[in-house]
């Protein structure tokens, strides 16, 4: 199975601060077709995850442009441009170039 | 307005069968390209995916829950099930469905515990 690793597993920041979660995968995630299929999602305390980053930097519907994604093959990155409190929860990566899917094992983000 | 509910027995005795169900609306399982998923979470721990299927009835399995594992649609009342089999206290958890896009609607969520 590919095994995505988040880092760091804890964040703290500030309001406004800007902030970078890191996803690496254990082997790449383009495929033969030149597709990329890494996903980030959000989870609030008590809700379910939402959608953030669809195909590694494309914003999911309604996704504030403060959300940005990047990266390729085993390197990903969700950047946050300036914290709001609302962005508080954990954030995952998730995989679905190879079977079976696999999520990372989340970021937390802390508002200081 | 896509929309997804998990609908479950809550709890559940070491051994049964855990029969879930996920009633959507807002898009069909029978159009070209949809697909649903199930997906579930552990107090307070990660998130696992379990199965997905697609509107053509194609099926995929986490293979980590070996043969455990029953997905299936009623594509005419808008509905995906899972069935796992001979649960235990591992099983314990809350199981989303999402519309595979992938994932971009999830339902709330129901809580199963398995417990004697």
């Known amino acids: 199975d590919v095994v995505l690793t988040q880092t760091p597993s804890t964040l703290s920041a500030t309001i406004g601060q800007s902030v970078s979660i890191s996803c690496r995968s254990s082997?790449?995630?383009?495929?033969?077709?030149?597709?990329?299929?890494l996903y980030w999602y959000l989870q609030r305390p008590g809700q379910s995850p939402q959608l953030l980053i669809y195909?590694?930097?494309n914003l999911g519907s309604g996704v504030p442009n403060r959300f940005s994604g990047s990266g390729s093959g085993t390197d990903f990155t969700l950047k946050i441009s300036g914290v709001e409190a609302e962005d508080l929860g954990v954030y995952y990566c998730?995989?679905?170039?190879?079977?079976?899917?696999?999520f990372g094992s989340g970021t937390k983000l802390e508002i200081k | 307005q896509v929309t997804l509910k998990e609908s479950g027995p809550g709890i559940l005795q070491p051994s049964q069968t855990l029969s879930l169900t996920c009633t959507f609306s807002?898009?069909?399982?029978?159009?070209?390209?949809?697909?649903v998923g199930w997906i579930r979470q552990p107090s307070g721990k990660g998130l696992e995916w379990l199965a997905n299927i697609w509107w053509d009835d194609d099926k995929y399995y986490n293979p980590s829950l070996k043969n455990r594992l029953t997905i299936s649609k009623d594509t005419s009342n808008n509905q995906a099930f899972l069935k796992i089999t001979n649960v235990d206290t591992a099983d314990t958890a809350t199981y989303y469905c999402a519309r595979f896009g992938p994932f971009d609607y999830w339902g709330q969520g129901v809580m199963v515990t398995v417990s004697s």
């Open positions: 195909l590694v930097s």
């Open positions: 807002g898009f069909s399982l029978s159009t070209y390209g949809m697909g």
């Open positions: 082997q790449s995630l383009l495929d033969s077709a030149g597709n990329t299929y």
């Open positions: 998730m995989q679905a170039t190879h079977a079976p899917l696999t």
